[in-house]
């Protein structure tokens, strides 16, 4: 096992509460007019990288503006709640004591898959036409 240790409850709530930070931050902060960190693959290439667009389509979800967070990143707003499934998951297997293996986050089926949509969406995102054009942030 990954951890020798039990998992106490601090850890927990230390985690619980760094992601509720993070998640008021991305709320209040739009990363349109603050200067986060912009994507280091686009700036020396000019290509979009899968995650391009993604912390403007975080913040429109936390504001739940849905369309605007699939015109930043389809990808992005597509798999936002295989995150939160994740992140729950995470919770209650260490509060339960119930193995992560049997989620269906860890079938090898659903890791290929997630790698395969990623390279696809690349691809189309940045091709020229209409649609590369609007799979582009």
Known sequence: MFFTKPVTAGLIGGGLVAGLALAALYFRLDPAQYPFPRCPVHW???????????????HALLHGEIEQAVSFNLLAALFAPVLLLGAV????????????????LYRAWFGWSVVAASILFTVLRNLPGPLGNWLAP
């Open 89 to 104: 998951e995470e919770v209650r297997g260490r509060i339960g004591g119930i193995p992560r293996r049997s989620s269906v």
């Open 44 to 58: 020396l290439t000019g290509l979009h990288c899968p995650g391009c667009g993604t912390q403007r389509a975080l």
